[in-house]
């Protein structure tokens, strides 16, 4: 049976992570990557109305829609409602996404990190009927929406809107039996709800390209000449169902590496799925902050701290066992910002954090362990 997506190459550009001069994005190196993912035969591009202050959907239209035939290529954005207080500042999202992206239409339009309290807003702002309207009126080829919660409450959106044609979620190797990502149970909730996934996070905010030697060590040895990033990207891509697998890359050599072995992708075999399973062994026996560098966590947060740039100094410490590294990456993140003992413990970023991490409890440890 055929699905929405079914024929998009199974790599999409998150547009979250471009490179970065200073405080603007690296503009003639984001062309440069998108020339060549593009040149591979790739068109699937994520972004959000939020995604580096806008910047992000300004960028779609400077390096994609005004360079290449409107037909090459889907744009997804999406629209996080839960940030503004009425339906007119919700609804009007979508018209700063359409005039920022200059693409005519989305392709793919998504409803911005549903789950806990932020599904109430969408239900508040009339954002199902929505989204339903403009794409009946042509502005929309696709509607879903992204999620960051468990499976029972995936299930029960779905049952609700069952007008949604498909989801974005989390889904990785090391996720797909945690207790709290619960990327397997999504995954088959939206089987079961015959919706086609959109698969974020594929490499966990680029946690599984770098994991501790003794994790390495198990995909070297299997295959020396397989990036790692490669082995979590095409783990997602191997499943059934799936519109296209993001990665949020950085630099060229990022693109390079990933349309490398997803040009001609080939899922994994099962002596391939074996390895992914003994590294997913040893993971799990590796404690670390698994944050993924989303970023909603700054949104509201009074003391600036950089809490994302504040958990990858510490997690050198946690996976690396490397102090030194740490504490000097942290004092280079914070240089210019809060500090983890600056937390008020205000709650403003446990309340909106995807990965449901205990933020205050870890603040109160690396300014410990850190300053």
């Given amino acids: 049976m055929s699905y929405l997506g079914e024929n998009i190459p199974k790599l999409g550009f998150g547009f979250m992570r471009l490179p970065m001069i200073g405080q603007e994005i690296d503009i003639e190196q984001t062309k440069e990557m998108v020339d060549l993912f593009m040149s591979k035969g790739f068109s699937y591009f994520d972004s959000s109305w939020g995604y580096i202050g806008g910047k992000s959907e300004e960028a779609m239209k400077t390096a994609i829609v005004d360079r290449y035939p409107r037909e090459n290529f889907q744009i997804a954005t999406k629209c996080p409602v839960w940030i503004v207080k009425s339906a007119d500042e919700a609804q009007n999202m979508f018209w700063t996404s359409l005039k920022r992206t200059g693409a005519g239409y989305i392709d793919f339009y998504l409803l911005h990190n549903l789950g806990d309290s932020r599904t109430e807003c969408f239900d508040n702002f009339g954002m199902w009927?929505?989204?339903?309207?403009?794409?009946?009126?042509?502005?929309?080829?696709?509607?879903?929406?992204?999620?960051?919660?468990?499976?029972?409450?995936?299930?029960?959106?779905?049952?609700?809107?069952?007008?949604?044609?498909?989801?974005?979620?989390?889904?990785?190797?090391?996720?797909?039996?945690?207790?709290?990502?619960?990327?397997?149970?999504?995954?088959?909730?939206?089987?079961?709800?015959?919706?086609?996934?959109?698969?974020?996070?594929?490499?966990?905010?680029?946690?599984?390209?770098?994991?501790?030697?003794?994790?390495?060590?198990?995909?070297?040895?299997?295959?020396?000449?397989?990036?790692l990033a490669s082995w979590a990207i095409r783990y997602a891509a191997s499943l059934g169902n799936i519109i296209t697998v993001l990665s949020g890359m950085s630099t060229i050599d990022q693109v390079r590496d990933n349309v490398s072995y997803m040009e001609k992708f080939k899922p994994?075999?099962?002596?391939?799925?074996?390895?992914?399973?003994?590294?997913?062994?040893?993971?799990?026996?590796?404690?670390?902050?698994?944050?993924?560098?989303?970023?909603?966590?700054?949104?509201?947060?009074?003391?600036?701290?950089?809490?994302?740039?504040?958990?990858?100094?510490?997690?050198?410490?946690?996976?690396?066992?490397?102090?030194?590294?740490?504490?000097?990456?942290?004092?280079?993140?914070?240089?210019?910002?809060?500090?983890?003992?600056?937390?008020?413990?205000?709650?403003?970023?446990?309340?909106?954090?995807?990965?449901?991490?205990?933020?205050?409890?870890?603040?109160?440890?690396?300014?410990?362990?850190?300053?």
């Fill in 129 to 227: 009927n929505y989204v339903r309207k403009l794409k009946e009126e042509g502005l929309v080829r696709h509607i879903g929406f992204s999620i960051h919660d468990k499976a029972d409450v995936l299930d029960k959106i779905l049952t609700q809107h069952p007008e949604m044609e498909f989801v974005q979620f989390q889904l990785n190797y090391d996720d797909w039996e945690s207790p709290t990502i619960q990327s397997r149970r999504c995954y088959e909730v939206a089987l079961k709800h015959h919706k086609p996934v959109v698969v974020m996070e594929p490499v966990k905010g680029g946690i599984l390209a770098n994991p501790i030697e003794s994790v390495r060590k198990i995909f070297v040895d299997a295959n020396p000449h397989a990036s």
């Fill in 268 to 371: 994994l075999n099962k002596e391939e799925l074996a390895v992914i399973e003994k590294a997913r062994e040893a993971i799990e026996k590796i404690p670390s902050i698994p944050c993924t560098a989303c970023e909603y966590c700054l949104t509201d947060c009074p003391q600036n701290i950089p809490i994302p740039n504040v958990f990858e100094a510490y997690n050198r410490k946690m996976i690396h066992e490397d102090f030194v590294g740490a504490k000097n990456r942290y004092g280079f993140v914070t240089r210019t910002s809060g500090k983890a003992s600056n937390c008020v413990a205000c709650g403003n970023c446990e309340r909106v954090c995807p990965q449901h991490i205990e933020i205050i409890k870890y603040m109160k440890t690396i300014a410990q362990t850190l300053e």
